[in-house]
């Protein structure tokens, strides 16, 4: 059974950091590319950031560039997630995500694991 754990959530004032991580368990990580999507209340899921099997490949949404960092450490079967520049608008409930497939896309339909999701607010 595969197995996202997301940590790193919390409160934190705009302007500052936080790091996000996923565990993956259950499969072979290195074959797995992963993804990170977020939920803000009333809104639906959005993608924000992948990253291919190998780590070569990223992609963002432009909500996020130049702000978010995506990476992984295949050694350690974790992706994660550096926030910087935290803006208000960037609380949501924040997702990993994974997929078999070597180059991931954005959309949500094309990821088959999933983790619980962790809380990030952004307070002004």
């Known amino acids: 059974q595969v197995q996202l754990v997301e940590s790193g959530g919390g409160l934190v004032q705009a302007g500052n950091s936080v790091r996000l991580s996923c565990a993956v368990s259950?499969?072979?990580?290195?074959?797995?590319?992963m993804g990170w999507f977020r939920q803000a209340p009333g809104k639906e899921r959005e993608f924000v950031a992948y990253i291919s099997w190998s780590g070569r490949f990223t992609n963002y949404a432009d909500s996020v560039k130049g702000r978010f960092t995506i990476s992984r450490d295949n050694a350690k079967n974790t992706v994660y997630l550096q926030l910087n520049s935290l803006k208000p608008d960037d609380t949501a409930v924040y997702y990993c995500?994974?997929?078999?497939?070597?180059?991931?896309?954005?959309?949500?339909?094309?990821?088959?694991?999933w983790g619980q999701g962790t809380q990030v607010t952004v307070s002004s």
């Open positions: 259950g499969r072979t990580f290195s074959s797995t590319a």
């Open positions: 995500a994974g997929t078999p497939r070597a180059y991931p896309g954005t959309n949500n339909n094309e990821y088959v694991y």
